[in-house]
């Protein structure tokens, strides 16, 4: 098992404040999803990345993917209430059940108005 | 990408008891995954469900406690058998979906409370 590990584990923000969230790994990967789970609902994918260095944008969030394929980062810009959720990061490889998802602990987001 | 449901939501059941979990994907997919969300915890993969074969289960799961059927491809079940409390977690089942890169898409989970 390839473990990604995930800070801050924890972070409480006021609305409009920017964020950092950091995904990393000794392993290298395929490819790096980042999902957003809100309370009772199952995990919604916001993006793939690839390629080493790949920058993608959704709207106020950035994620980059590292040169190295090994570590990720997503960046919240003004944040919102409705940005507050738990944040996963998953690195996905071939291993021997097939290509599979290995998750990290996530990070927990409170933006308060 | 693909529409996911699961049965049902959530359940509260007793101990000793068993409990299947229903996935049903608008779409036909080879892969589907079952999951388990620990309270406060991320995701852990319990087995992968392949149509036609036997589940491939993740080290800490057996199938006596977790039996899987996939009998079609767009729908699979998950059983939690014997439950004790520690098995209250939320289940999640995913699909693969695959458009040039490797993707899953979750369901919206199941909730189980074991008393």
């Known amino acids: 098992t390839q473990l990604l590990e995930q800070s801050p584990q924890f972070l409480s923000i006021q609305e409009g404040e920017n964020l950092t969230v950091y995904c990393n790994s ?8 980042w999902y957003r789970q809100e309370p009772g609902e199952g995990p919604v994918l916001l993006v793939t990345v690839v390629t080493g260095g790949e920058v993608k944008k959704l709207k106020r969030l ?3 993917f590292g040169d190295a394929r090994k570590d990720s980062s997503l960046h919240i810009t003004a944040a919102q209430p409705g940005d507050t959720g ?9 291993g021997d059940s097939g290509y599979a998802l290995n998750f990290g602990k996530g990070t927990s987001l409170l933006v308060t108005p | ?36 969300q620990q309270p406060g915890q991320s995701l852990t993969l319990i087995a992968t469900a392949n149509q036609g074969s036997e589940a491939t ?28 409390p520690e098995d209250s977690s939320i289940y999640l089942c ?6 040039g890169i ?7 989970g199941t909730r189980l409370t074991v008393l």
């Open chain 2, 1 to 36: 990408s693909a529409v996911i449901s699961q049965k049902p939501s959530r359940d509260i059941c007793q101990r000793g008891t068993s409990l299947t979990i229903q996935c049903q994907v608008d779409s036909q997919v080879t892969m589907m995954f079952w999951y388990r």
């Open chain 2, 102 to 108: 490797y993707e899953q898409f979750f369901g919206p």
């Open chain 1, 86 to 94: 738990l944040y996963l990061c998953a690195g996905g490889a071939l």
């Open chain 2, 94 to 99: 995913s699909v693969e979906w695959d458009r």
């Open chain 2, 57 to 84: 289960y993740e080290s800490g799961f057996v199938i006596d406690k977790f039996p899987i059927s996939r009998p079609n491809l767009t729908f699979s079940t998950l059983t939690v058998s014997n439950m004790s």
């Open chain 1, 26 to 33: 000794s392993s290298v990967f395929s490819s790096l999803q």
């Open chain 1, 62 to 64: 950035t994620f980059q």
